[in-house]
């Protein structure tokens, strides 16, 4: 089972970059964040004939955005809201050989990691204690095949980030932030994928801001898109990859696909 998560920034302008990697990479299922469609508007067609025929699609006008496309078909499709909030975040399929996957938009909490002056970092905060506190509520960690996908936005180890010291208080890598995403993490036990191929030693990055006037040359990324397996499903882990190469493309996303590979 070939899983790929992708913060694809607005899916019908990036809808050929979709195409070009779902023929490329030839992926079961692909979850998407920040759609930015309503769901009637959602390019739900042009995935079809691909292959993708089973579509889980939840998403706002001009905001936020998820969304999971398959070749293999679902047995239960679900949201779930978070912080009280409509924006639409997250969505929750369940495959019919039982394994399943959450796709999470986390929000990006804007400039100023302070909640008492940024409502946008306090809710990110929230955000993630809610998730600690939904998967932990399940009877089940240990023994249900589950896997967690998404942008997370945060970049939680020390090189996951080009400078840990130059990052340590700008959004996405702060102690409060990678200390609350260590308590989603401990919340199911999950497993962090691209770190059980990539010691913890090494640089990776899956995201390059449009600020940088040649992303590859100054290689100041970050990891913030992960996929977590549950313990049930460590004994399946194959392979792990994220392409770097598709930073580069024309019009591209600033994030890049993370693959995992499970032999089930």
């Known amino acids: 089972m070939k899983l790929a998560t992708w913060n694809i920034n607005s899916v019908r302008l990036r809808i050929g970059l979709v195409?070009?990697?779902?023929?490329?990479?030839?992926?079961?299922?692909?979850?998407?964040?920040?759609?930015?469609?309503?769901?009637?508007?959602?390019?739900?067609?042009?995935?079809?004939?691909?292959?993708?025929?089973?579509?889980?699609?939840?998403?706002?006008?001009?905001?936020?955005?998820?969304?999971?496309?398959?070749?293999?078909?679902?047995?239960?499709?679900?949201?779930?809201?978070?912080?009280?909030?409509?924006?639409?975040?997250?969505i929750a399929v369940t495959f019919e050989n039982g394994v399943e996957l959450h796709d999470f938009y986390v929000p990006a909490g804007a400039d100023i990691p302070d909640p008492a002056v940024n409502p946008k970092f306090a809710h990110k905060l929230n955000f993630l204690r809610e998730m600690a506190g939904f998967f932990a509520r399940r009877k089940d960690r240990g023994s249900h095949p589950m896997v967690l996908v998404g942008d997370l936005n945060v970049a939680p180890l020390e090189n996951d980030v080009w400078s840990h010291r130059q990052l340590l208080d700008v959004v996405s890598h702060t102690p409060v932030e990678t200390g609350l995403l260590a308590e989603v993490k401990a919340s199911f036990d999950w497993i962090d994928v691209t770190r059980e191929f990539v010691?913890?030693?090494?640089?990776?990055?899956?995201?390059?801001?449009?600020?940088?006037?040649?992303?590859?040359?100054?290689?100041?990324?970050?990891?913030?898109?992960?996929?977590?397996?549950?313990?049930?499903?460590k004994g399946a882990l194959a392979a792990q990859t994220i392409v770097r190469k598709m930073r580069g493309w024309q019009k591209a996303s600033d994030h890049v696909p993370v693959i995992a590979e499970l032999t089930l």
């Open 19 to 90: 195409a070009r990697f779902l023929k490329e990479h030839q992926p079961d299922a692909i979850a998407l964040q920040e759609t930015k469609v309503i769901n009637d508007l959602f390019p739900a067609d042009a995935f079809a004939r691909l292959g993708y025929v089973h579509q889980a699609v939840h998403g706002q006008k001009g905001y936020h955005g998820v969304a999971v496309l398959s070749r293999l078909p679902f047995r239960e499709k679900t949201s779930h809201e978070f912080c009280s909030n409509t924006d639409c975040r997250h």
């Open 199 to 233: 010691p913890p030693s090494e640089k990776i990055y899956s995201w390059w801001s449009y600020r940088a006037s040649d992303w590859a040359a100054s290689d100041r990324g970050r990891r913030l898109d992960h996929i977590w397996i549950s313990p049930a499903l």
